[in-house]
């Protein structure tokens, strides 16, 4: 079983439109949990830390936790073209080693 | 707004050669990492460092690597006798540290690019 698993899509949403993206881990001791965007090429952004169950937002962005079904989510309200990346979502395993998932590529229809 | 920087953007070295990629962390933070991300694959941890010696390290992290802070400000990677698998963006990244074990945001990079050819 991968330890953070995450559906890579390519996930298509029209522009102003809600972009869910979803992300489920198998540590059950997992306390910190990251989104970070990657554009093409280049290094991956922090966007979103949430490290309690529930919601936690953050502008257009609102990450969803829930620590009993294993589950981290990212919502992106009225998506924007320059939104288009691929979301990656971490875990951290131990003291400080972030576990990345494969991504979720997301592109956004103008 | 502080940020971590890397040198060079792209390194192209031949097969067998030793490479040094440089970072410089975030001046107030105090865990600094290597990650690499083999093209098309995810972003795979390879060493942390805290307080002058690795905290921890990965299967990927063998003899052939190593990681120094040589001064106040840099922090590096150094590849041994490189292998064409070793070809991959390697980005630094720095974190504060936690106030509570594993609540710590990590910053990266921008990436260097390594080609072995």
């Known amino acids: 079983q991968k330890e953070v698993e995450q559906n890579s899509g390519p996930l298509s949403v029209p522009e102003g439109a809600i972009a869910s993206l979803n992300c489920t881990y198998s540590?059950?001791?997992?306390?910190?949990f990251f989104w970070y965007r990657q554009y093409s090429g280049k290094s991956p952004e922090l966007i979103m830390s949430?490290?309690?169950?529930g919601d936690k937002e953050d502008g257009r962005f609102t990450a969803q936790l829930n620590k009993a079904s294993q589950y981290v989510s990212l919502l992106i309200r009225d998506s924007q073209p320059s939104d288009s990346a691929t979301y990656l979502c971490?875990?951290?395993?131990?003291?400080?080693?972030?576990?990345f998932g494969q991504g979720t590529r997301l592109t956004i229809n103008p | 707004e502080p940020e971590v920087t890397q040198t060079p953007s792209h390194q192209v070295t031949q097969m067998g050669q030793e490479v040094i990629l440089r970072c410089v962390p975030i001046?107030?933070?105090?865990?600094f990492y290597w990650y690499r991300q083999i093209l098309g694959q995810k972003v795979e941890f390879l060493v942390s460092?805290?307080?002058?010696?690795?905290?921890?390290k990965s299967e990927i992290f063998d003899d052939q690597f190593s990681v120094e802070r040589p001064d106040g400000s840099n922090f590096t990677l150094k590849i041994r006798s490189t292998k064409l698998e070793d070809s991959a963006m390697y980005f630094c990244?720095?974190?504060?540290?936690?106030?509570?074990?594993?609540?710590?945001?990590?910053?990266f990079g921008q990436g260097t690019r390594l080609t072995v050819v």
């Open positions: 990244a720095s974190s504060r540290g936690p106030t509570v074990v594993g609540r710590t945001e990590a910053f």
């Open positions: 540590d059950r001791g997992s306390q910190s």
């Open positions: 949430i490290y309690s169950n």
């Open positions: 971490a875990i951290i395993q131990g003291a400080q080693k972030l576990v």
């Open positions: 001046s107030n933070h105090l865990y």
């Open positions: 460092f805290y307080n002058n010696e690795i905290s921890e």
